[in-house]
């Protein structure tokens, strides 16, 4: 068994931070193991003056650590679930899916600021985030925000935004929660496919010691049936859509969002069954939600 274990990270604090929970978790569970955190730039970390979807989408944020994974560079990767692709390539399969932080979104405002008025700029990039915030948010208009959390909280501060959106989940993994003013229901604005969950990638048929203690079987279930839902509607990198999943006991509750690209409207709904139907069922809804138009 081995011993000693690279993990490859993005290079955000978050991401970091991220790699370095399942680092602790990983050695806890293993003693005798020592794991090294090693970081790369992505593509999409180095292109930020274009938006995501017209420079290829999620696969640019695990390009470089497939590929370090592939050839031994590393031995496991860890990323946010919701930036993972819908397609994971065949020898890197997900080997653990963390128990999950908070999945909700947060709005924070400019420091200073009480209150979102009537005309307020709400700095977001994500469609999904915008299309739900315009409801809450009627008279506030939305502009392009891109870049890791810290970027967004220093372009929130000095530039001209009254607020964005950001995943509680990522706020809470950098102790930074406070600054947040209101917490969004999952109702309100359901969240990106695995928002909270932390995916691990590793080389298939390969085993890694402890790896049991940081695999959530409902998480697990959770994405499943998130992904699902996305992946029946191909919104794979660039069309809004939203997915939660909950479990409880054997059932699970998915609620999810369509987006109709003619309309520019939106219809969201919900369903729930035995977990383990969680992505039939989550097909069901998307086909469902897709017939209203
Ligand atoms: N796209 C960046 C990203 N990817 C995952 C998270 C949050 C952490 C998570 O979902 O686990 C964030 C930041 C954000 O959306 O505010």
């Known amino acids: 068994m081995r011993t000693h274990l690279k993990i490859g990270s993005r290079e955000s604090a978050l991401a970091v931070r991220q790699a370095q929970i399942v680092k602790e978790a990983l050695e806890k569970a293993s003693p005798g ?43 496991l990767s860890v990323h946010s679930l919701k930036d993972m692709p819908m397609e994971i390539p065949k020898e890197l399969p997900v080997i653990a899916y963390t128990n999950r932080e908070d999945p909700r979104d ?5 420091p200073g600021i009480q209150d979102l008025k009537e005309g307020g700029i709400i700095g977001s990039s994500s469609r999904r985030r915008s299309l739900q915030a315009g ?20 372009k929130l501060e000095h530039e001209e935004y009254d607020a964005t959106i950001l995943a509680l989940a990522g706020l809470k993994r950098l102790g930074m929660e406070t600054c947040v ?8 604005m359901i969240p990106s496919a695995g928002q909270g969950i932390l995916a691990v990638q590793g080389r298939k ?4 010691p402890g790896i049991e203690a940081v695999d959530c079987s409902d998480s697990r279930f959770a994405a ?24 409880s006991g054997n059932e699970i509750r998915i609620r999810g969002l369509y987006y109709h690209e003619e309309s520019g409207q939106f219809e969201a709904g919900m369903i729930s069954g035995e977990k383990h139907k969680g992505e039939i069922l989550a097909e069901r809804l998307a086909r469902s939600l897709k017939g209203r138009f």
């Open 135 to 154: 409801k809450l948010y009627p008279k506030c208009s939305f502009k392009n925000i891109r870049g890791n959390v810290q970027t967004r909280l220093f």
């Open 181 to 188: 003013s209101r917490v969004f229901s999952v109702d309100e």
């Open 205 to 208: 048929g390969e085993k890694i």
């Open 33 to 75: 193991l020592t794991i090294e955190i090693v970081t790369m730039k992505t593509t999409g970390d180095k292109i930020l003056h274009k938006s995501l979807e017209k420079i290829g989408g999620k696969g640019l944020f695990v390009k470089e650590l497939d590929r370090a994974l592939l050839n031994g560079d590393i031995d």
């Open 106 to 110: 947060a709005l924070i405002l400019k």
């Open 224 to 247: 499943k049936a998130e992904r699902g839902f996305v992946r029946y509607l191909n919104g794979g990198c660039t069309s809004p859509v939203a997915a939660y999943a909950e479990t």
